[in-house]
């Protein structure tokens, strides 16, 4: 079954720093998403992408944070300058059609210190 | 307020019961989903449901638009089903509002 790929499973950072957490999403998916989850929380939307450009974003996706379909595969999510409180889950989802189902990456866990 | 509530927030049960999750939402919505979280984290999505229901081996989810409620049920019920359970209901745009989750531990 195709899945939905994130790198790297357990990423830790120093506050400041920048982080890129890559997903190669089901090949002939159109809508990619970020989604996180703050450890004991639920699952937040971030970001929604399709036609290479954002369709969606929610507040926490501040200026601090981009995403890019740089190659045609990859689906990136960058935080320019890491805060503590950015320590999550990252998962990254896709789907082929407006009416499909969401398909879920494994997520990254993302350990800023 | 939540716009997604879930019931109950965590269930045990023996193995072989009879298990319902329930999720209570406030917006409208075009689509309800049920996920399932393992403790690994991973998210897997176990049905997508606009009316109706739906089956799936030994899963059954359930939806009345009117009373904007939904039920995810599992017959006899196995160890291997101890999971994080989630409701997220898509309204309007393409995003996915979270319920909080029902953690269930079947024990054998």
């Known amino acids: 079954e195709p899945e939905v790929t994130q790198t790297p499973s357990h990423q830790v950072t120093q506050m400041g720093q920048e982080v890129i957490l890559r997903c190669v999403p089901i090949?002939?998916?159109?809508?990619f998403y970020w989604y996180r989850q703050i450890l004991g929380q639920k699952v937040e939307f971030l970001v929604s992408?399709?036609?290479?450009?954002?369709?969606?974003k929610s507040e926490i996706f501040d200026d601090q944070f981009s995403v890019e379909r740089p190659d045609g595969s990859n689906f990136t999510l960058k935080i320019r300058s890491t805060k503590l409180e950015d320590s999550a889950m990252y998962f990254c989802?896709?789907?082929?059609?407006?009416?499909?189902?969401?398909?879920f990456g494994s997520g990254t866990r993302l350990t800023v210190v | 307020k939540n716009e997604v509530e879930q019931s109950p927030q965590n269930l045990t049960a023996q193995e072989g019961e009879f298990i319902t999750i329930n999720c209570s939402y406030s917006?409208?919505?075009?689509?309800l989903h049920w996920l399932q979280q393992h403790p690994g984290g991973g998210i897997v999505s176990l049905f997508m449901?606009?009316?109706g229901k739906k089956k799936h081996g030994r899963l059954i989810a359930t939806i009345n638009i009117q009373e904007k409620h939904s039920s995810l049920h599992i017959t006899a019920s196995h160890p291997r089903d101890s999971a994080v359970y989630i409701c997220?209901?898509?309204?309007?745009?393409?995003?996915?509002?979270f319920g909080t989750g029902t953690r269930l531990q079947v024990f054998p």
């Open positions: 989802a896709s789907r082929g059609g407006m009416t499909d189902g969401y398909t």
């Open positions: 090949s002939n998916h159109l809508y």
């Open positions: 992408f399709y036609n290479n450009e954002i369709s969606e």
């Open positions: 917006v409208g919505i075009s689509a």
């Open positions: 449901l606009s009316s």
């Open positions: 997220a209901v898509r309204s309007g745009t393409d995003k996915l509002i």
